[in-house]
Structures are given as C-alpha cells and as structure tokens.
C-alpha cells in the first residue's frame, strides 16, 4: 500500500529531537514513510506492550531446516536488491562478462567456439546440415517474444509466422531453406525492439553479411545486450513503486528473516549495547543520579557514529546494515584519505609558518598532489610510510619553489628532514595532530547526527578542518542519508533493543519509570 508523502525524522522513534534528510540522494525517500511509523516507533520504546504492528519479533532458537535455511538466504537476496536499487540512482546491470584472462572466460570461449565451429561446419556439409542452426531459431525465436508487451499482438503474430519453425524444419528437410533472408528479418525487427542505444549495433548488423555463422553469433551478442537492457528498464519501473513502499518492503521482509533464522539480532545488540554503555558513562560524569539513562537517541547516534571508525577486518557489521556495509566501507575510507591528507597539511602549515599562509593556489596544489599520492591507501598492499616519504618530499619541492619564486629562502636540509619526520609519524596512533583531526571530525559528524535540520550546517567544520571542508561536505551528506534511512526502516527494531537494554541494566527498585524513559528519549 503506498504511503503518504509526510515527511519522516531521521529516526522512527520521536517525530522530535530528530535529524531531517540531507538534501542529498535521501530526497528520493521523502515520500515513503507515514506519520504511523514514528508514532508507533516511539510507543514501542516507551512501553512494552507495543502495537503489533511496530514491535518487532524473533523466532526462539531452533533448528533450521534446509527449506527455511534457502527461504531466508532468498529473503536476503532480495532485501539486498530492493535497497540496492532504491538508494543508488544508478543501479544497472551489465550484460554477462567474465573477467579477462580467468578460467571461466577460457571455459566459456572454447565452449562457445567449439559450438560455432560445429554450425559452420554442418553449413559446410553437402548437401548441409541445419539442425544446430534451426535451434539457434528456435532460442532466437522465444528470446525475441520475450521482449514484447502483452499489446503487440501484430509482431508477435508475424514473428510467429516467420520463424514458423515447423515450417522451417520442412525447408530444411528439401533444402530450399532461406537462412540468410531469415537473418535478415531477425535483424530488422529487432533494430525496431532495441533500445535508441543500440542502433549503431544493428548497423553493424546489417553490414555483416559475408559469414552467416559470424552473423548468427554477433546477432546473439546483441541479444544478449538487449536483455540487460530490458531488465534495467523493468528496474527503472521497480524503482518508482518501491520509493513509495521501501520502508514497508524492506520492513517486512526483514521481519521474514527474522520468523526464520533465530538469534538474528545478535550483532545490532552487541553494537547498541556498545553505544549504550558509552553513553551511560557519558551520562554519569556529568549526572548526579546514579540512575540517570541517556536518551535513546543519544545510544543510536552514538552507535551510528562508531560506523565511521568501524574495524570491518574484526567485527561483523550489524545486521540492520548488511546492505550497506559496502557504502559504509566507502564512506570510511573516503573519510579516512581526507583526515590523512589534513593531518599532512596542518603539520606543513605549523612547521613552515607565515612564508606559505595565505596563498589559497599553494594550498590548493599541496592539497591536490597529496591526495592523489594518498590514493588507494586502504589497499592490502599499500605501503603507507613509504608513500608519506614520498608526499614530504614532493611538499618540499613545491615549498621551495613558492618559496624562491617569492624571494624567501628555500627551507633547510635540518627543517625538511623535521618536517618529513613528523608527516610520517602520522601513521601512530597518538600522534597529537592525527588525534585532533580525528576528534574534530567526530565532533563534525555528531553535530550534524543531533540537529534538526542537518543540511544547513554542512558548511560549518570545525576549525581544523578547513582545509577539506569541501571533500568532508559531500561524505557528511551521503552518511547522513544513508542514516536517516536506515533509522526510518529499522527504527521499531532499534526501539525495542534499546528499552530492553536500558531496563535490564537498572535493578528493579531503580529502574525508571515509562514515562521517564518516554521523557528521556524525546528531550535528549
């Protein structure tokens, strides 16, 4: 049932004291929740007998059967592809290539020749021989069908006709078959089925008449190309019903998962109860009351903002963002690449001082040559120390250059051999300035997790991190998105994780009332 188009928090908990949408790829989302999913998502932290609709459940533990073992990896499956196709715009798929240079291309390929090798020679035989070829008809035949409308009753009808393949089997058998004229009209109606894109291919086609297996083996290519053009129209179309329905479709199917595989919260619980405790601790340096509980969006927001420094080599992510591990991955080390190119520029700034401030070309270009030697610095083999030798050395260069180009004395052997010194002892973990810029930026990304209206303070970094303020803008807006959406669809399930952590960690005589916690969690 499509939803209405009132607009959602950042969180399912409380239509208050929440983050709206960035104005970002979330704005596709705006019209897909209902003001029921916040109201029913806050009742389900603030008491236990939460509606029905909201409260989510899990099977006990039990044993699973094959049957709900492939039922459930089939709900993933298609979990996976909903989301995938609603939060990225540009979702396709490719017609079927093996990698170059990989066994199953060299399988594939020698298949396919031996094959063709086959036709050619029975086409060969005399008198010839048409069995392989009326079956390539045949899947020619079906495959075309399968393009059309239910509507077009007039091409399906003379396709029918003309690809008659009893009729051509009787040809065949007194040798008056015309295989180069059905070609031909295969060719024809299918330069009038494909897609605008694939015109210069049925010109390609139509000039490639010589070798009739050449023909028949570049018609299937094409084919073939015309499939993955068909499914990722079919997703164009998927797209639109599920930007009204997401939340209810992932939602629900999510739930399914859940009825079926037991103990499948597991890794959001300890993920939550990790942000609950910090934010207990938070809580209780600066309460007086022993039982003082932090508000639930401060435990998710926390939890959240542990994404960003995420050891995905270590620890499994959550399973509410099974999705968009490989969009958080992403995120992190796109982030990551900004803080080490900040770190390099404040420490070349302090160093050298006044000579080199303010000139926004030479910070531009210092920037710039940074960051692409910082390229790919999340790679296995990517030898971080050895890379920032390199970056110190090229500064320097350019330092020296600006520097005599405007009449200062280049700097010292003893002063580039301390300032490339300290650009590698970046690489340590208390290093003082990689601490800072790492605290700024989750000062940066808590900031915007708690406003109301986050995209109106993108522009406002901490000071610091001017330097990337136009790198880290566009990585905020994209975690946020990602966020918001997630707290839309998995909000109930937060809710309920939540209350039951923070109650069960209070002794019954301390434990807050429903209504407090209800207070709590909107007053932040």
């Not at 807006?477 to 707290?487: M, T, W």
């Amino acid at each position: 049932m499509p939803l209405n188009d009132e607009r959602p928090g950042s969180m399912s908990f409380s239509g208050e004291d929440q983050g709206s949408d960035v104005e970002s790829s979330s704005e596709r989302c705006d019209s897909i929740t209902s003001a029921s999913d916040l109201d029913c998502s806050q009742e389900s932290f603030a008491s236990n007998n939460s509606s029905k609709h909201c409260t989510p459940s899990s099977s006990p533990p039990k044993v699973l059967s094959l049957d709900e073992v492939m039922d459930s990896a089939r709900d993933l499956s298609n979990l996976t592809l909903a989301h995938e196709i609603i939060v990225n715009p540009n979702f396709h798929l490719e017609a079927n290539s093996p990698p170059q240079d990989s066994l199953f291309k060299s399988v594939k390929d020698n298949l396919h020749k031996a094959f063709w090798d086959i036709l050619e020679a029975e086409l060969n035989d005399d008198p010839p021989e048409y069995g392989q070829a009326i079956k390539l008809l045949e899947e020619i035949k079906e495959t075309m069908l399968s393009f059309l409308n239910p509507g077009a009753n007039r091409i399906r009808t003379q396709i029918m006709e003309v690809l008659d393949i009893d009729l051509i089997r009787q040809q065949a058998d007194n040798d008056v078959i015309d295989i180069q004229g059905i070609a031909s009209y295969i060719i024809t109606t299918i330069g009038k089925m494909c897609a605008p894109a694939r015109d210069e291919e049925i010109k390609k086609l139509q000039h490639n008449t010589d070798n009739i297996v050449t023909l028949f083996r570049e018609i299937f290519r094409v084919l073939d190309l015309m499939k993955a053009d068909m499914v990722n129209w079919e997703i164009n179309n998927i797209r639109r019903v599920l930007l009204k329905q997401s939340v209810e479709y992932e939602r629900a199917t999510f739930q399914s998962i859940l009825d079926k595989t037991p103990n499948s919260l597991n890794n959001t619980t300890k993920w939550i109860k990790c942000a609950l405790e910090e934010s207990q601790s938070a809580v209780s340096s600066t309460e007086v009351k022993q039982t003082a509980v932090p508000g639930p969006f401060q435990v998710l927001n926390t939890a959240f903002l542990h994404l960003l420094t995420w050891d995905y080599t270590k620890n499994t992510v959550p399973e509410t963002l099974m999705t968009d591990e490989g969009r958080l991955r992403e995120i992190q080390e796109h982030l990551q690449q900004c803080q080490a190119v900040n770190e390099v520029l404040l420490i070349v700034y302090s160093t050298i001082g006044g000579p080199i401030q303010g000139l926004p070309t030479l910070s531009e270009r210092l920037k710039r040559m940074t960051t692409v030697l910082l390229d790919g610095m999340h790679r296995p083999n990517f030898n971080l120390e050895e890379t920032l030798q390199g970056v110190s050395a090229q500064i320097c260069c350019e330092l020296n250059k600006s520097l005599t180009e405007r009449g200062y004395s280049p700097l010292t052997s003893t002063l580039q051999a301390t300032l490339t010194g300290q650009i590698c002892s970046i690489t340590e973990k208390d290093n003082p300035i990689r601490t800072l810029v790492e605290d700024r930026v989750q000062q940066y990304f808590k900031m915007l997790l708690c406003d109301a209206k986050p995209q109106g303070k993108l522009e406002q970094v901490p000071a610091g991190l001017t330097i990337i303020k136009h790198d880290l803008m566009p990585v905020a807006a994209k975690f946020l998105s990602l966020v918001n959406y997630n707290k839309t669809v998995y909000g109930p399930y937060y809710a309920d994780i939540i209350r039951r952590l923070m109650f069960n960690n209070f002794p019954s005589e301390e434990r807050p009332s429903h209504s407090a916690a209800q207070d709590t969690a909107v007053s932040k």
